[in-house]
């Protein structure tokens, strides 16, 4: 079902009749008779604006009604006002230049579970007010340069589609954006010259990929933000370049859960000087160089090391005493177990033998 949610601006009549603006060149047709749903309701606003954005359940009023679109979405009678537009569960392969266009108070574009395999250059254009894009849960493969260039939009979701390459300028020129999401998809590669003239960006989730390593100067596009969050957790990381994160310092978490890592350079982390949240579980880590942690000045910081499991007992005992000493938080539940464990186990013949 699609759904165009409208707010009105107070200084219109409710008895206002939109006049049709002129035709607008649509390219080829994105939309095919689909059914809209409108409302002149913009509650739905606040609850996208909530963190975290999870299940947006945008509820119509009973005065809401329907109406066919065919072509792409401009300003057109009832259509002119739209705050919102919200498309799930049609057929929508392929959005061309032009699907949405003109819609100058437009905040919000929701399209979902509707297989989109590939967006055109200039799909969306004209739209000076938008602020959120979901486009989850589609068939995407490759972003391409022009899609989302100089929109103002500030948060764009692209998680849980099959996206596997992303164009060097794809994330160019977005002055606004500040989260950027591609969680479940299978990107192999990390490219260092992504977010040109983008540099907002306060939280980026990689999560569940297929990365296998992070190059160096891989985030140094963005501004150096409190509160920035990156997360690289469940992809395939086994390496991490010494001068990968080095202008972050002011980098408020860092995800890197259940990667391949087995051991980390001295120089990886040393840059992150305000790291609050520093998250390492479920990798393969024999022992972290605990003296380059030292640098960390941060008032407060969380370690997690939990599920390494060849991370060793004199390693972990190294890190208790830096968390100790500068009253961190260490959170090593199943290795501090499984240290305790080699503790009580009894002797074997073979050892008894040495």
């Known amino acids: 079902m699609a759904s165009v949610f409208l707010g009105l601006m107070t200084t219109l009549s409710s008895t206002l009749i939109w006049q ?20 002149k309701s913009s509650k739905f606003v606040a609850d996208i604006a909530a963190e975290p954005l999870q299940n947006i359940s945008l509820l119509l009023e009973s005065s809401s009604f329907v109406l066919d679109v065919t072509g792409c979405l401009t300003p057109k009678g009832i259509l002119r006002p739209a705050i919102g537009i919200e498309i799930v569960n049609e057929t929508l392969p392929i959005l061309y230049s032009g699907a949405v266009q003109n819609l100058i108070v437009l905040e919000m574009i929701k399209i979902e579970y509707c297989g989109v395999q590939d967006i055109h250059p200039g799909a969306f254009m004209i739209l000076p007010a938008i602020h959120t894009m979901l486009l989850r849960f589609n ?31 794809a994330f160019d020129d977005m002055p606004n954006l500040r989260l950027l999401n591609l969680d479940s998809n299978r990107l192999k590669n990390w490219n260092s010259d992504w977010f040109t003239n983008t540099p907002n960006v306060q939280t980026l989730s990689v999560d569940s990929n297929e990365l296998t390593k992070i190059p160096a100067n891989a985030f140094n596009k963005l501004r150096n933000f409190h509160f920035t969050n990156i997360r690289l957790s469940n992809n395939n990381i ?41 998250s390492l579980t479920g990798n393969k880590i024999k022992c972290l160089p605990i003296e380059s942690f030292y640098a960390f000045k941060s008032p407060d910081m969380i370690l997690r090391v939990e599920n390494n499991e060849f991370m060793s007992c004199s390693c972990l005992k190294k890190i208790e005493v830096w968390a100790k000493s500068n009253e961190y938080l260490l959170t090593e539940r199943f290795a501090k177990n499984e240290c305790s464990k080699k503790k009580k186990q009894p002797l074997s013949n073979n050892t008894l033998r040495n």
């Open 20 to 39: 049709d603006p002129v035709n607008y060149y649509c390219g080829e047709k994105t939309f095919s008779e689909t059914p809209v749903s409108v409302s």
């Open 139 to 169: 068939r995407l493969v490759y972003i391409k340069e022009g899609v989302f260039n100089h929109l103002r939009v500030a948060k764009l979701y692209l998680s849980n589609n099959s996206i596997s390459y992303i164009e060097n300028e």
């Open 238 to 278: 086994s390496y991490i370049h010494p001068r990968s994160f080095q202008k972050l310092h002011l980098l408020y978490a860092l995800w890197l859960d259940n990667n391949l890592l087995f051991e980390i350079d001295p120089s990886a982390f040393v840059h992150l000087e305000q790291l609050y949240i520093l």
